[in-house]
């Protein structure tokens, strides 16, 4: 199969974007150190001290450890042991962060004891366990070859996010501009997460391939992806949205009775999928450990409320660090409406996933992690590019973009809060 001038430069500058990243991480730890602790949040005082990760075995491996933190000790823990990992850390169904029932307990010996991984979907992990057996030709330790793995994994789908967002935007941005579209997602400030142990990799790279599919009506594909996507984050569900927009514009249920049957089966493909996840066993304890030890909720409005006016109030008090990460936070939620707005009329399938997406994660409870969230809005991106056809924006983009992304990807590469 020939490979188009568009697609190979897409190839060329994702391995090099992978070379640079990798690279500049373990890099930036030989030329200097931060101080200690993050005070960037009133949490973070106290989880990121020099002692911190010592009792989080998956985080303290040398090897790439610079790609690994916070949240990559779940997905390498039920990458090696499964869900039931008995060094993984857990809680007791009692849990409260009032200090009478702030405490862990042990999988081994507790019977009312539930992992935190539990919290955290599996497919990213299931697919990097499975790599892991061709990288122990290497001859790592078990955390070490997981690391690799799992790396590589989040780079793949970095990549198939990438192709997936040309496949998309070309018929309208032309070939350029989709190249540029591809390149704005992987530049973006929260963009490094797609090369590290993180979920973002697999889950944007599944979720963009459902929605290039479904642009190209590949209504079978569409619907496997979708389907695969909500085993990676439960936002995968939302893809019903798009499917759905683009089953009405086309008036299914005038077509012949097969199509109409393929069509409505793949609307419904992330909602069964959804359904199927919540009958496992995983299900219970997801909802948990979010609620217990997270403060995550499915669309808690009232209490988002409150904690997004907290952290507009912090934006005019004194703490200088604060006022940097919350004012990425609400400019990325800014950004992330304005651009589905703008595309609304061209794709409203798109603009209303995204939007999906946003509301989805701003109304979660806690207010954090938005500008690793809307890396799923497809339509950030896109409007980007479009603007990006005036060279003066996008070398300005490009250079404010890149910018923020080695703060977020320095501050991560040494276990301070990014996202």
Same mark, same amino acid.
């Given at each position: 199969? =020939?490979?188009?001038?568009?697609?190979?430069?897409?190839?060329?500058?994702?391995? /090099?974007?992978?070379?640079?990243?990798?690279?500049?991480?373990?890099?930036?730890?030989?030329?200097?150190?931060?101080?200690?602790?993050?005070?960037?949040?009133?949490?973070?005082?106290?989880?990121?001290?020099?002692? *911190?990760?010592?009792?989080?075995?998956?985080?303290?491996?040398?090897?790439?450890?610079?790609?690994? #933190?916070?949240? *990559?000790?779940?997905?390498? +823990?039920?990458?090696?042991?499964?869900?039931?990992?008995?060094?993984?850390?857990?809680?007791?169904?009692?849990?409260?962060?009032?200090?009478?029932?702030?405490?862990?307990?042990?999988?081994?010996?507790?019977?009312?004891?539930?992992?935190?991984?539990?919290? %955290?979907?599996?497919?990213?992990?299931?697919?990097?366990?499975?790599?892991?057996?061709?990288? =122990?030709? %290497?001859?790592?330790?078990?955390?070490?070859? &997981?690391?690799? &793995?799992?790396?590589?994994?989040?780079?793949?789908?970095?990549?198939?996010?990438? $192709? #997936?967002?040309?496949?998309?935007? =070309?018929?309208?941005?032309?070939?350029? @501009?989709?190249?540029?579209?591809?390149?704005?997602?992987?530049?973006?400030?929260?963009?490094?997460?797609? /090369?590290?142990?993180?979920? !973002? @990799?697999?889950?944007?790279?599944?979720? %963009?391939?459902?929605?290039?599919?479904?642009?190209?009506?590949?209504?079978?594909?569409?619907?496997?992806?979708?389907?695969?996507?909500?085993?990676?984050?439960?936002?995968?569900?939302?893809?019903?949205?798009?499917?759905?927009?683009?089953?009405?514009?086309?008036?299914?249920?005038?077509?012949?009775?097969?199509?109409?049957?393929?069509?409505?089966?793949? $609307?419904?493909?992330? $909602?069964?999928?959804?359904?199927?996840?919540?009958?496992?066993?995983?299900? !219970?304890?997801?909802?948990?450990? !979010?609620?217990?030890?997270?403060?995550?909720?499915?669309?808690?409005?009232?209490?988002?409320?409150?904690?997004?006016?907290?952290?507009?109030? +912090?934006?005019?008090?004194?703490?200088?660090?604060? =006022?940097?990460?919350?004012?990425?936070?609400?400019?990325?939620?800014?950004?992330?409406?304005?651009?589905?707005?703008?595309?609304?009329?061209?794709?409203?399938?798109?603009?209303?996933?995204?939007?999906?997406?946003?509301?989805?994660?701003?109304?979660?409870?806690?207010?954090?992690?938005?500008?690793?969230?809307?890396?799923?809005?497809? &339509?950030?991106?896109?409007?980007?590019?479009?603007?990006?056809?005036?060279? &003066?924006?996008?070398?300005?983009?490009?250079?404010?973009?890149?910018?923020?992304?080695?703060?977020?990807?320095?501050?991560?590469?040494?276990?301070?809060?990014?996202?």
């Amino acid at each position: 199969m =020939k490979i188009s001038p568009a697609v190979r430069n897409i190839l060329i500058i994702w391995l /090099a974007w992978a070379t640079i990243m990798i690279g500049f991480q373990q890099w930036i730890g030989t030329r200097f150190d931060l101080k200690r602790p993050d005070k960037v949040l009133q949490w973070t005082e106290t989880e990121t001290t020099s002692r *911190s990760q010592n009792d989080k075995p998956y985080l303290m491996e040398p090897f790439l450890n610079q790609h690994v #933190s916070w949240d *990559s000790e779940y997905y390498l +823990s039920i990458a090696l042991a499964g869900y039931n990992d008995p060094i993984a850390r857990a809680i007791p169904s009692d849990f409260g962060w009032e200090p009478m029932r702030n405490r862990y307990c042990d999988l081994t010996i507790e019977e009312d004891c539930i992992a935190l991984s539990h919290a %955290f979907f599996p497919l990213y992990s299931w697919i990097t366990g499975i790599l892991i057996f061709p990288f =122990k030709i %290497f001859g790592l330790s078990n955390i070490a070859t &997981a690391t690799m &793995a799992a790396v590589f994994v989040s780079l793949l789908g970095a990549l198939c996010g990438m $192709v #997936s967002l040309y496949a998309m935007s =070309k018929n309208s941005l032309g070939e350029e @501009g989709a190249v540029r579209c591809a390149y704005y997602f992987l530049i973006f400030p929260s963009g490094f997460f797609l /090369a590290q142990v993180y979920t !973002e @990799g697999v889950f944007i790279g599944i979720t %963009f391939a459902s929605l290039a599919f479904l642009t190209h009506r590949k209504w079978v594909w569409a619907a496997v992806f979708a389907a695969l996507a909500v085993w990676a984050r439960p936002g995968g569900a939302l893809l019903v949205i798009p499917l759905g927009v683009i089953w009405f514009m086309e008036r299914t249920w005038e077509k012949p009775s097969r199509q109409q049957f393929i069509h409505s089966g793949a $609307v419904f493909a992330p $909602v069964l999928s959804y359904f199927v996840w919540t009958i496992t066993p995983l299900a !219970e304890k997801f909802f948990q450990v !979010e609620s217990l030890y997270f403060g995550r909720h499915l669309l808690a409005v009232e209490s988002s409320i409150a904690a997004w006016g907290t952290a507009f109030q +912090s934006l005019l008090q004194n703490n200088n660090q604060t =006022k940097f990460y919350y004012a990425l936070e609400f400019a990325s939620v800014i950004l992330a409406i304005t651009a589905c707005v703008l595309l609304y009329r061209e794709r409203p399938e798109l603009a209303l996933f995204g939007l999906a997406m946003t509301i989805f994660a701003f109304t979660s409870g806690s207010a954090q992690g938005m500008i690793r969230y809307v890396l799923v809005v497809p &339509a950030i991106f896109w409007v980007l590019a479009r603007w990006g056809k005036n060279q &003066a924006f996008d070398r300005s983009w490009t250079l404010l973009s890149i910018l923020l992304m080695g703060v977020e990807v320095m501050l991560f590469s040494f276990d301070f809060w990014v996202a």
